[in-house]
């Protein structure tokens, strides 16, 4: 086995001027601690718009949520390098892209104020629609051997096409789209999500599949070291017990 002390994960956090809505940040802090926890050596380095991005040095990639303008603003520059955001996607390079980043790794977000171009990388659109969906959420996982919590504000609707599929089943909240009942995109090693909170300190154990996605592609079979995750464990069964209280409250 590996000699967990020779094993580096490098997180490239993408546009964090622009894209850093609800405390995304907290993500990093996350991926990074549980490294540490376990020996392996981490660093986030914080890409600008103004840089140019080497994928080919990245392990893990972080987009986090902005407003519309900050939107328009960063896909202007996503769009230089999108060829070799697409190659590093489908070469199975790790994504993790909450809110807005999650709508711009599609085919367009249509707003009120006009269409946003997104970058194509995931077979997936984005509408705006009447009021936001805003509030706690659940979603059972295929991911997670426990529910995934978070908390989701959004105006827009996104959907998915074939070859995408969703991030988990939304137990109680809104989702994509307040309708179809699923929330989020799995494709390949990317994950887009709604889910604010920031979304990994609230759910370990997705947070040590991004570390395991990254690992293994890096140095080939990989098990991670177990944490004690009481005291996140206990926070989710919290949270969970609450919320779907209130759900069958209201059925």
Known sequence: MRDKSSMK????????????????????????QRCLWRGIRAETIELNTEEDI????????????????EQMLVCRRLKKIQEKFRDYVENNGVVIAVCGGYQLLGKYYQTDEGLIEGLNLLDIYTEQGEGRLIGNIILDSELSDIPVVGFENHGGRTFLNE????????????GNDGKSGYEGVIYKNVIGTYLHGPLLPKNSRICDYLLERALE??????????????LEISANKYIFKRFMKRRRIAV
């Open 9 to 32: 994960i490098t997180v490239g956090h993408l546009y964090p001027e622009l894209l850093n809505l609800y405390g995304d940040r907290g993500n990093i802090a996350c991926l990074m």
């Open 54 to 69: 080497d994928f080919t040095k990245l392990d893990i990639v972080l987009l986090g949520g902005g407003s519309d303008r």
């Open 217 to 230: 592609r890096k140095y080939g079979s990989v098990q991670l070291e177990k944490l004690d995750d009481w």
């Open 163 to 174: 070859g995408c599929r969703p991030f988990g089943k939304v137990l109680y909240g809104a």
